[in-house]
């Protein structure tokens, strides 16, 4: 451990004021943007192509909340208005018009959506709120924006940190996705690749060669590793970025092919280009300006005003400085939890582990009367999607919310002296499935809390690691 | 951090490298799973021929019907009564497959939704103007309706033939009888055409792995109609597993009073030969679930999941072999037993649906999931 002394404390106050102060050209972060609310868009509007809105939002009885979020309900029909709110304020957020309002409007829309039911849940939905959190700080508008031509002003530089903060968070989500794959499920077993990988048969070319190569999913399973622990380094080094960047594309082009993740991979390679130098964005700004050219006779060109200072920073700063130190250790809150992490999976979510797990389970409710022992088994599809069902047959939060929502169901319902028993099966990652709660415990009794979960049986093997 | 870009480089295009050739490397035996095998065992060893058998078996009940509705008399009622128990047994090999025409024609729910609505049926005899197709009509068609009109129409057998000789509603009872068993023909000859015709191939050439590729519907078929149509219909719904007291009038052939545990176990049978790609006609086995996990446990070395199923289905069956033929009486007199047997089938289903879905990772598409 290091000791402070007086002087080195002056010298560090000294360098981050400096920091603090260092500008930089503001192309980046507008061309971040046009990305951003482009990918955005374009995820919505496909959201709502694939019918999601009504299978997802709208058609089930019952949503799982977040814990502490139970206030957050569907809005039923109105759910379009929301993801209507939601698209339309991405496209105000590409074009930089009310770039402020517009970002709190999606940042609080699309969080609202995901609360709604976190059957959905998906680390990349996550990575949206949290990179939209610090996006409402961030003068986005600077450049090349709507705003600058309805204020008439346009900024060359703007503070160094606004795009910093954009390279952590990123940097931040690569390398802890990186750290969650040091397990020996993933690096000694190659689970769950090894199951997932030889499903792959007909994919074109490598499908039956490939896939099916012990070999490969350990070739995979190392390469991803380490892929994501060096990625945001020779993003940052000017002399391996154009690699690192190749390694980005082919990368998420590759998981995209293989598995069915949506616009995360596009959302990824657009997101990285930030890495680059101002140069490039500048260029790409030129080549969008070309493209408007018909367009831009009506516009009088905006002032180049020489740096945006950012007027509340004095603030902004702390606030985002402790969200971002949060961000850093939120993901280490598993600790506190001795059960096996990925069996209980107390401390799971929000901390970018993705794709570690191939988990199913197949989980029954049965309905006790107290007093004379008669008991009936529920069928889950009477009160659940396909999709809820699946999700909540292996997940204990689900799995407890579930059987109180039955408890009271069948109360209002005249039954009396009710428990509400479960028998669950749950397999994980290529391990034989064993039972997963205590059919003895009655779960109508038991509180979610972050306690630890002593209902769930002990998972009866080991993974080492991270 | 330039080691591990090397690293990482040297990695990857080993990878790309790879993708494109270096196939001869291993031998032979990395051909991997042919799931055409599966395909074609399925569709020429088991499912045609078990639609043919039961072609004929329908025929021939449509002969034995012509033969007592032309003199409704106790011998005919009797083979009349044993070629709708043959048919019936055979059917029970067919109930699982759901694609190609039994999609579109709704087949399933015109053959087997039990209990039968009695009311319905008579409605339809009453008023001699009907559609047996509509799927209003689902609960008053197929082989309940028959276990109806052949055991269920009164109480005695004389009675029974009275129905259909001095009864005000002998015509109308006769016309009924005939329809749902000439519906049930003809349905059943436009599956087995559809097979026999365009559908084989296009089941077979179904080798992919998507939502709807031959190999994933069939997996889904299969298990929906292990969980729905054997473990629950026959057994836990009159066991009352699913409400708050038994329901025995909701098993099988109710209105026969005697074969309710055997089409159980000829269900339980036609699961298990599928699953071990057994032929309909033979003893021969060929490419199947059981060969497929085979397969995935040479990559994964897992546990024999196959054999622990086989063993599940056997003790399932040793359960329900204990039970009283007519399963009515097991329920009235000793429940416990046959929720004893919905147990071990229930067992069954866990391997099933999680550790045989899980190794084939046989998806369905409901949304994103994750990525890296």
């Known amino acids: 451990m290091r000791h402070f002394t007086k002087e080195s404390f002056f010298i560090m106050k000294f360098n981050l004021k400096t920091y603090f102060s260092k500008t930089t050209n503001a192309a980046p972060l507008a061309v971040f943007r046009i990305g951003f609310g482009l990918m955005m868009l374009v995820s919505i509007i496909r959201f709502w192509w694939h019918g999601w809105i009504e299978t997802i939002y709208i058609q089930p009885t019952f949503h799982f909340k977040y814990y502490g979020f139970d206030w957050v309900s569907s809005l039923g029909a109105y759910n379009y208005v929301l993801f209507f709110i939601c698209g339309l304020s991405a496209l105000f957020i590409a074009l930089g018009f009310k770039y402020r309002w517009a970002m709190l409007a999606f940042f609080l829309s699309f969080t609202y959506i995901e609360l709604i039911d976190k059957t ?88 039956n060669s490939l896939m099916q190569q012990e070999w490969f999913h350990f070739a995979m399973s190392w390469s991803g590793m380490f892929y994501d622990l060096t990625i945001p380094f020779l993003l940052l080094y000017k002399r391996t970025r154009l690699f690192a960047f190749a390694l980005v594309v082919f990368f998420h082009i590759f998981t995209r092919v293989l598995f069915p993740i949506g616009m995360f991979p596009y959302i990824m390679i657009v997101a990285t280009l930030v890495f680059f130098d101002a140069s490039v964005h500048e260029k790409i700004i030129a080549f969008i300006k070309r493209l408007l050219k018909p367009f831009r006779s009506h516009f009088s060109e905006p002032k180049l005003v020489s740096n945006y200072s950012i007027a509340n920073q004095k603030w902004i700063l702390p606030v985002l400085t402790v969200f971002l130190a949060f961000q850093m250790l939120f993901p280490f809150r598993y600790a506190f939890y001795k059960d096996e992490l990925f069996w209980t999976e107390e401390g799971f979510r929000l ?116 | 951090m330039i080691r591990k870009s ?34 074609s065992n399925w569709a020429d060893n088991i499912i045609i021929p078990a639609y043919q058998d039961l072609n004929a078996d329908l025929m021939d009940l449509s002969a034995q019907k012509e033969a007592f509705v032309n003199s409704p008399n106790q011998a005919n009622l009797e083979t009349l009564r044993a070629s709708w128990l043959s048919a019936y047994k055979t059917w029970q090999y067919l109930e699982m497959f759901t694609s190609g025409k039994a999609e579109e024609t709704n087949y399933v729910f015109q ?10 049926i008579e409605a339809n005899i009453a008023s001699g103007n009907y559609d047996l197709s509509n799927p209003n009509n689902n609960d008053a068609v197929g082989f309940p309706a028959l276990d109806y009109l052949l055991f269920g129409l009164a109480e005695t057998d004389a009675q029974i033939l009275n129905a259909y000789t001095s009864n005000t509603k002998a015509e109308a009872n006769k016309t009924y009888l005939s329809d749902v068993v000439n519906q049930m023909q003809s349905l059943t000859a436009t599956v087995l055409n559809d097979w026999t015709g365009t559908y084989r191939d296009a089941f077979v050439n179904s080798t992919g792995n998507t939502a709807t590729s031959a190999t994933n519907k069939m997996t889904n078929d299969f298990i929906f109609y292990y969980e729905k149509g054997l473990r629950a219909n026959k057994i836990g719904i009159p066991a009352g597993v699913f409400s708050a007291a038994p329901l025995s009038s909701k098993v099988e052939a109710f209105y026969n009073e005697e074969i309710s545990k055997t089409l159980a176990l000829e269900g339980l049978n036609a699961v298990q030969d599928f699953f071990n790609g057994k032929a309909y006609n033979s003893n021969a086995t060929s490419g199947s679930f059981k060969a497929y996990l085979e397969y995935l446990n040479t990559i994964n070395n897992g546990e024999d999941v196959s054999a622990l199923i086989n063993s599940q289905f056997n003790a399932a069956r040793t359960k329900i072999e204990s039970l009283d033929n007519n399963f009515v009486q097991q329920v009235e007199t000793d429940n416990t037993q046959m929720t004893e047997a919905f147990d071990a089938l229930q067992k069954v289903v866990v391997l099933l649906k999680i550790d045989m879905v899980q190794a084939m990772s046989i998806r369905l598409d409901y949304a994103d999931s994750d990525g890296d």
């Open chain 2, 6 to 39: 090397l690293l990482a480089f040297f990695t990857l295009s080993l990878l790309l490298g790879c993708s494109s050739s270096d196939e001869g490397d291993s031998g032979s035996q990395n051909d991997g799973f042919d799931r055409q095998v599966m395909l």
């Open chain 1, 351 to 466: 901390s970018w582990r993705v794709m570690l797990m191939e988990k199913m389970g197949l989980t029954t409710f049965k309905i006790v009367d107290a007093k004379t022992g008669d008991y009936f088994y529920v069928d889950n599809s009477d009160f659940l999607t396909n999709f809820q069902v699946k999700q909540m047959s292996f997940q204990p939060d689900f799995i407890l919310e579930y059987a109180h929502y039955l408890g009271d169901h069948f109360k209002e319902q005249g039954h009396k002296n009710i428990q509400v028993f479960v028998e669950s099966y749950v397999a994980l990652n290529g391990r034989l499935s064993q039972q997963y709660v205590n059919p003895e415990v009655d779960l109508y009794q038991e509180k979610e809390s972050f306690k630890r979960k002593n209902w769930i049986l002990p998972f009866k093997d080991e993974i080492k690691g991270l």
């Open chain 2, 111 to 120: 053959m087997n939704v039990y209990p039968t609505n009695v009311d319905d």
């Open chain 1, 120 to 207: 959905t849940y998906l680390n990349h939905y996550y990575f949206i709120t949290v990179l939209s959190f610090l996006m409402l700080f961030l003068p986005a508008n600077a450049k090349f924006s709507i705003d600058n031509l309805l204020r008439k002003k346009s900024y060359d530089t703007i503070p160094r940190w606004c795009i910093d903060s954009i390279k952590l968070l990123l940097a931040m989500v690569y390398f802890y996705a990186g750290l969650a794959k040091i397990n020996s499920d993933w690096l000694f077993r190659a689970m769950p690749l090894k199951i997932w990988l030889p499903s792959k048969y007909d994919l074109p070319f490598i499908g």
